[in-house]
Protein backbone atom coordinates (compact mmCIF):
# COMPACT_ATOMS: atom_id res chain seq x y z
CA UNK A 1 0.00 0.00 0.00
CA UNK A 2 1.27 3.72 -0.58
CA UNK A 3 1.72 5.94 2.27
CA UNK A 4 0.94 9.55 1.24
CA UNK A 5 3.85 12.21 2.47
CA UNK A 6 4.20 16.13 2.13
CA UNK A 7 7.41 17.59 1.67
CA UNK A 8 7.02 21.06 2.68
CA UNK A 9 9.17 23.86 2.67
CA UNK A 10 12.09 21.65 0.93
CA UNK A 11 13.17 24.91 -1.90
CA UNK A 12 15.72 23.67 -4.36
CA UNK A 13 16.22 20.05 -2.78
CA UNK A 14 12.66 19.19 -3.21
CA UNK A 15 13.45 18.05 -6.83
CA UNK A 16 16.27 15.70 -5.32
CA UNK A 17 14.44 14.59 -2.40
CA UNK A 18 11.40 13.57 -4.84
CA UNK A 19 14.01 11.38 -7.05
CA UNK A 20 15.36 9.89 -3.73
CA UNK A 21 12.15 8.40 -2.33
CA UNK A 22 11.10 7.22 -6.13
CA UNK A 23 14.32 5.51 -5.97
CA UNK A 24 14.70 4.16 -2.22
CA UNK A 25 11.06 4.74 -0.95
CA UNK A 26 8.93 3.79 -3.62
CA UNK A 27 6.61 2.97 -1.23
CA UNK A 28 6.16 6.31 -0.39
CA UNK A 29 3.90 8.91 -2.63
CA UNK A 30 5.69 12.68 -2.34
CA UNK A 31 3.71 15.31 -3.09
CA UNK A 32 5.62 19.08 -3.23
CA UNK A 33 3.77 21.43 -1.25
CA UNK A 34 2.45 23.80 -3.64
CA UNK A 35 -0.28 27.09 -2.48
CA UNK A 36 -3.98 25.58 -2.34
CA UNK A 37 -2.94 22.48 -2.09
CA UNK A 38 -5.80 19.52 -0.57
CA UNK A 39 -3.17 18.39 2.22
CA UNK A 40 -6.44 16.89 4.40
CA UNK A 41 -6.09 13.74 3.93
CA UNK A 42 -2.01 12.98 4.32
CA UNK A 43 -0.86 11.40 7.24
CA UNK A 44 2.89 11.99 6.73
CA UNK A 45 4.83 15.71 6.63
CA UNK A 46 8.81 16.11 5.77
CA UNK A 47 9.10 19.53 6.62
CA UNK A 48 12.31 22.24 6.91
CA UNK A 49 9.63 25.42 7.94
CA UNK A 50 6.26 24.87 7.36
CA UNK A 51 4.15 27.86 5.75
CA UNK A 52 1.38 29.52 7.55
CA UNK A 53 -1.81 27.41 7.73
CA UNK A 54 -0.09 23.82 6.32
CA UNK A 55 -0.64 22.61 10.31
CA UNK A 56 -4.80 23.38 10.64
CA UNK A 57 -5.01 22.22 6.88
CA UNK A 58 -2.70 18.79 7.70
CA UNK A 59 -6.37 17.51 9.44
CA UNK A 60 -5.01 13.61 8.82
CA UNK A 61 -1.43 14.46 10.31
CA UNK A 62 0.18 11.50 11.81
CA UNK A 63 4.09 11.89 12.11
CA UNK A 64 6.64 14.63 11.06
CA UNK A 65 9.65 14.76 10.12
CA UNK A 66 12.33 17.42 10.31
CA UNK A 67 14.29 18.09 7.15
CA UNK A 68 17.32 18.27 9.39
CA UNK A 69 18.87 17.25 12.77
CA UNK A 70 17.85 20.75 14.76
CA UNK A 71 14.01 20.96 15.12
CA UNK A 72 13.99 24.61 16.85
CA UNK A 73 12.13 26.12 14.04
CA UNK A 74 9.08 23.51 14.29
CA UNK A 75 9.02 23.94 17.55
CA UNK A 76 8.63 27.79 18.04
CA UNK A 77 5.63 27.11 15.36
CA UNK A 78 2.80 27.30 17.74
CA UNK A 79 0.54 25.42 15.28
CA UNK A 80 2.37 22.47 15.41
CA UNK A 81 0.21 19.83 16.82
CA UNK A 82 1.02 18.94 20.09
CA UNK A 83 -0.06 14.96 19.55
CA UNK A 84 1.84 14.29 16.81
CA UNK A 85 5.23 12.82 17.19
CA UNK A 86 8.37 15.20 15.70
CA UNK A 87 10.75 12.88 14.54
CA UNK A 88 14.13 15.02 13.58
CA UNK A 89 16.56 13.74 10.85
CA UNK A 90 19.55 11.40 12.05
CA UNK A 91 21.32 9.63 8.97
CA UNK A 92 24.63 8.58 8.71
CA UNK A 93 25.54 10.75 5.51
CA UNK A 94 24.61 13.61 7.61
CA UNK A 95 26.65 12.57 10.03
CA UNK A 96 29.51 11.58 8.58
CA UNK A 97 29.22 14.98 6.90
CA UNK A 98 29.64 17.15 10.34
CA UNK A 99 32.65 14.80 11.41
CA UNK A 100 34.33 15.71 7.94
CA UNK A 101 33.72 19.03 9.27
CA UNK A 102 34.76 19.29 12.82
CA UNK A 103 37.70 17.08 11.34
CA UNK A 104 38.95 19.88 8.76
CA UNK A 105 38.20 22.79 10.71
CA UNK A 106 40.05 21.23 13.94
CA UNK A 107 42.67 21.01 12.16
CA UNK A 108 42.60 23.95 10.22
CA UNK A 109 43.03 26.19 13.85
CA UNK A 110 45.56 23.15 15.41
CA UNK A 111 48.05 23.94 12.63
CA UNK A 112 47.25 27.97 12.92
CA UNK A 113 46.91 27.87 9.31
CA UNK A 114 46.51 31.86 8.96
CA UNK A 115 49.92 32.32 10.49
CA UNK A 116 51.28 30.17 7.38
CA UNK A 117 48.68 31.89 5.14
CA UNK A 118 50.42 35.43 6.82
CA UNK A 119 53.87 33.85 5.55
CA UNK A 120 52.61 33.18 2.24
CA UNK A 121 51.05 36.84 1.84
CA UNK A 122 54.40 38.58 2.26
CA UNK A 123 56.87 35.42 0.61
CA UNK A 124 58.17 34.54 3.73
CA UNK A 125 60.07 31.11 4.64
CA UNK A 126 59.05 31.10 8.65
CA UNK A 127 59.55 28.23 11.23
CA UNK A 128 55.96 27.33 12.19
CA UNK A 129 55.73 25.27 15.18
CA UNK A 130 52.79 23.48 16.34
CA UNK A 131 51.79 20.50 19.20
CA UNK A 132 51.39 16.94 18.81
CA UNK A 133 47.51 16.36 18.72
CA UNK A 134 47.91 14.49 22.19
CA UNK A 135 49.16 17.81 23.53
CA UNK A 136 46.01 19.45 22.33
CA UNK A 137 42.57 19.85 23.68
CA UNK A 138 39.68 19.96 22.01
CA UNK A 139 36.16 20.47 23.33
CA UNK A 140 33.44 19.34 21.66
CA UNK A 141 29.88 21.29 23.51
CA UNK A 142 26.86 18.47 23.04
CA UNK A 143 27.66 14.93 22.88
CA UNK A 144 24.77 13.75 20.66
CA UNK A 145 24.93 11.99 17.26
CA UNK A 146 27.03 14.66 16.14
CA UNK A 147 29.07 15.30 19.06
CA UNK A 148 29.79 11.85 19.84
CA UNK A 149 30.88 10.84 16.35
CA UNK A 150 33.48 13.98 15.71
CA UNK A 151 34.78 13.21 19.01
CA UNK A 152 35.45 9.83 18.16
CA UNK A 153 37.16 11.37 14.83
CA UNK A 154 39.44 13.73 16.99
CA UNK A 155 40.26 10.60 19.32
CA UNK A 156 41.53 8.24 16.34
CA UNK A 157 43.64 11.37 14.78
CA UNK A 158 45.48 11.42 18.41
CA UNK A 159 43.86 14.65 19.67
CA UNK A 160 42.92 15.35 23.44
CA UNK A 161 39.45 15.17 23.24
CA UNK A 162 36.71 16.14 26.41
CA UNK A 163 32.83 16.58 25.72
CA UNK A 164 29.89 18.49 27.08
CA UNK A 165 26.41 17.46 27.88
CA UNK A 166 23.19 17.72 30.19
CA UNK A 167 23.42 14.17 31.27
CA UNK A 168 27.43 12.05 32.23
CA UNK A 169 28.48 9.89 28.77
CA UNK A 170 31.24 7.71 28.80
CA UNK A 171 32.62 7.68 25.62
CA UNK A 172 36.58 5.47 24.73
CA UNK A 173 39.16 8.47 25.31
CA UNK A 174 36.64 11.31 25.72
CA UNK A 175 36.78 13.23 28.73
CA UNK A 176 33.32 14.01 29.84
CA UNK A 177 31.64 17.04 31.70
CA UNK A 178 28.19 17.53 32.10
CA UNK A 179 25.61 19.98 33.50
CA UNK A 180 26.16 23.94 34.40
CA UNK A 181 28.09 23.16 37.27
CA UNK A 182 30.76 20.84 34.96
CA UNK A 183 31.14 24.05 32.10
CA UNK A 184 33.83 25.75 33.99
CA UNK A 185 36.05 23.27 34.58
CA UNK A 186 35.25 21.89 30.51
CA UNK A 187 36.27 24.90 29.24
CA UNK A 188 39.91 25.67 31.48
CA UNK A 189 41.44 23.49 28.98
CA UNK A 190 39.62 23.76 26.11
CA UNK A 191 41.72 25.32 23.35
CA UNK A 192 39.55 24.44 20.04
CA UNK A 193 35.82 24.75 21.05
CA UNK A 194 33.36 23.32 18.41
CA UNK A 195 30.08 23.86 19.38
CA UNK A 196 27.08 21.22 18.87
CA UNK A 197 24.37 21.46 21.25
CA UNK A 198 20.51 21.94 19.98
CA UNK A 199 18.94 25.66 20.06
CA UNK A 200 17.19 25.55 23.58
CA UNK A 201 16.49 28.41 25.85
CA UNK A 202 18.74 26.74 27.80
CA UNK A 203 21.48 26.73 24.95
CA UNK A 204 20.81 30.12 23.54
CA UNK A 205 23.49 32.57 23.80
CA UNK A 206 25.56 30.40 25.76
CA UNK A 207 28.87 31.07 23.49
CA UNK A 208 29.25 34.75 25.42
CA UNK A 209 31.61 36.94 26.52
CA UNK A 210 31.08 35.08 30.41
CA UNK A 211 32.48 31.65 28.58
CA UNK A 212 35.06 32.64 25.96
CA UNK A 213 37.17 34.49 29.04
CA UNK A 214 37.30 30.93 30.72
CA UNK A 215 38.74 29.69 27.49
CA UNK A 216 42.49 29.46 27.51
CA UNK A 217 43.80 32.70 26.25
CA UNK A 218 44.29 32.59 22.18
CA UNK A 219 41.84 29.40 22.25
CA UNK A 220 39.34 28.77 18.86
CA UNK A 221 36.15 28.58 18.37
CA UNK A 222 34.02 26.41 16.05
CA UNK A 223 30.38 27.10 15.59
CA UNK A 224 28.45 24.38 13.24
CA UNK A 225 24.92 24.10 15.30
CA UNK A 226 23.08 27.28 14.90
CA UNK A 227 23.56 31.19 14.79
CA UNK A 228 20.91 31.54 18.48
CA UNK A 229 24.27 30.32 19.97
CA UNK A 230 26.44 33.12 19.76
CA UNK A 231 26.28 37.02 20.70
CA UNK A 232 28.46 37.79 17.99
CA UNK A 233 28.99 41.05 19.29
CA UNK A 234 31.19 39.35 22.42
CA UNK A 235 33.21 37.05 19.51
CA UNK A 236 34.30 40.37 17.92
CA UNK A 237 35.46 41.55 20.71
CA UNK A 238 36.95 38.84 22.32
CA UNK A 239 38.57 38.44 18.78
CA UNK A 240 39.82 41.97 18.87
CA UNK A 241 41.45 41.34 22.53
CA UNK A 242 43.11 38.37 21.46
CA UNK A 243 41.07 36.24 23.95
CA UNK A 244 39.71 34.31 21.16
CA UNK A 245 42.25 33.63 18.54
CA UNK A 246 40.72 32.48 15.82
CA UNK A 247 37.22 31.36 14.61
CA UNK A 248 35.32 28.85 12.25
CA UNK A 249 30.84 29.95 11.86
CA UNK A 250 29.04 27.82 9.86
CA UNK A 251 25.40 29.40 11.30
CA UNK A 252 24.25 32.63 12.11
CA UNK A 253 22.03 34.47 13.61
CA UNK A 254 20.35 36.27 10.44
CA UNK A 255 21.32 33.72 6.86
CA UNK A 256 22.21 34.29 4.31
CA UNK A 257 24.78 36.79 6.45
CA UNK A 258 24.19 40.34 4.94
CA UNK A 259 26.96 41.23 2.73
CA UNK A 260 27.66 44.31 5.29
CA UNK A 261 28.14 42.28 8.24
CA UNK A 262 31.07 42.91 10.14
CA UNK A 263 31.96 39.34 9.94
CA UNK A 264 32.98 38.96 6.53
CA UNK A 265 36.07 41.46 7.02
CA UNK A 266 37.26 40.19 10.47
CA UNK A 267 40.71 38.46 10.38
CA UNK A 268 40.80 34.76 11.28
CA UNK A 269 37.36 34.41 11.68
CA UNK A 270 36.26 31.74 8.24
CA UNK A 271 32.80 31.44 7.32
CA UNK A 272 31.18 28.58 5.84
CA UNK A 273 27.53 29.09 4.26
CA UNK A 274 25.48 26.80 6.79
CA UNK A 275 26.86 24.02 5.10
CA UNK A 276 28.66 21.97 7.63
CA UNK A 277 26.64 19.25 6.98
CA UNK A 278 23.41 17.96 4.84
CA UNK A 279 21.06 15.54 4.94
CA UNK A 280 21.11 12.95 2.10
CA UNK A 281 18.03 12.63 0.02
CA UNK A 282 18.38 8.93 -0.56
CA UNK A 283 19.99 8.20 2.91
CA UNK A 284 16.84 10.45 4.28
CA UNK A 285 14.12 8.58 2.00
CA UNK A 286 15.72 5.42 3.40
CA UNK A 287 15.35 6.38 6.98
CA UNK A 288 12.20 8.00 6.78
CA UNK A 289 10.17 4.88 4.79
CA UNK A 290 11.53 2.47 7.59
CA UNK A 291 9.99 4.83 10.48
CA UNK A 292 6.90 5.48 8.56
CA UNK A 293 6.92 1.01 8.75
CA UNK A 294 8.01 0.77 11.92
CA UNK A 295 5.17 3.77 13.24
CA UNK A 296 2.49 1.57 10.95
CA UNK A 297 4.01 -1.73 13.18
CA UNK A 298 3.03 -0.39 16.03
CA UNK A 299 6.64 -0.04 17.13
CA UNK A 300 8.92 2.44 18.66
CA UNK A 301 10.05 5.52 16.88
CA UNK A 302 13.51 6.63 16.90
CA UNK A 303 14.95 9.98 17.26
CA UNK A 304 11.90 11.50 17.98
CA UNK A 305 11.79 15.50 19.41
CA UNK A 306 10.94 15.69 23.36
CA UNK A 307 9.69 18.80 23.06
CA UNK A 308 9.97 19.38 26.94
CA UNK A 309 13.64 19.14 26.41
CA UNK A 310 13.27 21.18 22.82
CA UNK A 311 15.89 18.79 21.39
P1 LIG B 1 21.52 15.53 19.59
O1 LIG B 1 20.18 15.85 20.11
O2 LIG B 1 21.81 14.12 19.19
O3 LIG B 1 22.63 15.96 20.65
C1 LIG B 1 22.55 17.11 21.39
C2 LIG B 1 23.62 17.11 22.47
O4 LIG B 1 23.60 18.36 23.15
C3 LIG B 1 23.37 16.03 23.53
O5 LIG B 1 24.59 15.46 23.93
C4 LIG B 1 22.76 16.83 24.69
O6 LIG B 1 23.02 16.30 25.98
C5 LIG B 1 23.51 18.15 24.54
N1 LIG B 1 22.75 19.22 25.20
C6 LIG B 1 21.50 19.67 24.92
N2 LIG B 1 21.16 20.65 25.77
C7 LIG B 1 22.20 20.83 26.60
C8 LIG B 1 22.45 21.69 27.71
N3 LIG B 1 21.53 22.57 28.13
N4 LIG B 1 23.64 21.59 28.34
C9 LIG B 1 24.55 20.70 27.94
N5 LIG B 1 24.39 19.84 26.89
C10 LIG B 1 23.22 19.92 26.24
O7 LIG B 1 21.76 16.52 18.36
P2 LIG B 1 22.68 16.30 17.08
O8 LIG B 1 24.04 15.91 17.53
O9 LIG B 1 22.00 15.43 16.09
O10 LIG B 1 22.69 17.78 16.45
C11 LIG B 1 23.15 18.89 17.18
C12 LIG B 1 22.82 20.19 16.46
O11 LIG B 1 23.67 20.37 15.34
C13 LIG B 1 21.43 20.27 15.84
O12 LIG B 1 20.46 20.59 16.81
C14 LIG B 1 21.57 21.34 14.81
O13 LIG B 1 21.25 22.59 15.35
C15 LIG B 1 23.07 21.31 14.46
N6 LIG B 1 23.31 20.89 13.07
C16 LIG B 1 23.95 21.77 12.24
C17 LIG B 1 24.23 21.41 10.94
C18 LIG B 1 24.97 22.32 10.03
O14 LIG B 1 25.11 22.04 8.86
N7 LIG B 1 25.52 23.40 10.53
C19 LIG B 1 23.85 20.10 10.40
C20 LIG B 1 23.20 19.25 11.37
C21 LIG B 1 22.95 19.66 12.65
P3 LIG B 1 22.42 14.87 26.42
O15 LIG B 1 23.16 13.86 25.57
O16 LIG B 1 22.77 14.77 27.83
O17 LIG B 1 20.95 14.91 26.10
C1 LIG C 1 20.38 20.63 10.31
C2 LIG C 1 21.05 21.65 9.51
O1 LIG C 1 19.87 20.92 11.39
O2 LIG C 1 21.37 21.38 8.34
O3 LIG C 1 20.37 19.46 9.87
O4 LIG C 1 21.33 22.73 10.03
Known sequence: ??????????????????RAFAEMAPDIDVRTHAPGMDVSQIPYCLVWRAAPG????????????????????????????RDVPLVRMVEPE??????????????????????????????????????APWDRTIGIMGLGELGSAAA?????????????????????????????????????????????????????????????????????VINAARGGHLVEADLSAAMASGQIAAATLDVFATEPLPPD???????????TPHNASITDPRSAAWRISNQVAKFEAGEALENVVDRQRGY
Open 54 to 81: LWPAMKSLKLVFTLGAGAERLLADPGLP
Open 94 to 131: LTRGMVEYVLWQSLFHHRKVWELEAAQSCATWRPHAYP
Open 1 to 18: MKRTLLLASAGERAESLT
Open 261 to 271: HPFWSTERLYI
Open 152 to 220: AKLVEFGFKVRGWSRSPKALPKVESFHGVDQLPAFLAATEILVCLLPLTPETRGILNAALFAQLPRGAS
